[in-house]
């Protein structure tokens, strides 16, 4: 076999294991994949491209919290206190609905939903979610209550 067809083969291999690993994706009613223009940069440029992007979305209140990112569910729930340990968004643009209708996003920072989904966050914002978290954090110490995921 010549290293033309292995590179072929492995290249195949790995489209198909994406469109696995997309469509057991698309089968979660709370993953949505959304466009967003995206900086990447070419010989020095910074260039703009749309880019698809994998989200998980958080359901009702009550529900878990869900890292809209991995998807993993935390042990917080929607509606809770403790859902000031993470920024949410809310997507409002349409590009959820459907499946759930409330279409909330949690990321562990602002700084992680900024690299994620290529918004920037006013430091406003940042510093009232910090106050937020921080204050959240230190009543929890207070109280001798462990705040886990």
């Known amino acids: 076999m010549s290293n033309d067809s292995s590179a072929n083969d492995n290249e195949n291999a790995s489209v198909n294991n994406n469109n696995e690993l997309t469509n057991f994706k698309n089968l979660d009613k709370n993953f949505y994949v959304i466009t967003r223009t995206a900086p990447f940069e070419r010989k020095g440029v910074v260039m703009y491209k749309k880019k698809k992007i994998g989200v998980y979305t958080s359901s009702s209140v009550g529900t878990r919290i869900r890292n809209a990112e991995t998807g993993e569910y935390y042990n917080y729930t929607v509606g809770s206190k403790y859902e000031d ?18 279409a909330t996003l949690f990321f562990t920072s602002p700084q992680h939903y900024t690299s994620y989904l290529h918004n920037d966050v006013s430091e406003d914002v940042v510093e009232s979610w910090n106050y937020k978290r921080d204050k959240l954090i230190k009543e929890s110490k207070q109280s001798g209550s462990a705040l886990v995921r």
């Open 85 to 102: 340990m993470f920024f949410s968004v809310r997507l409002s643009t349409g590009e959820c609905n459907g499946k759930n209708a409330a």
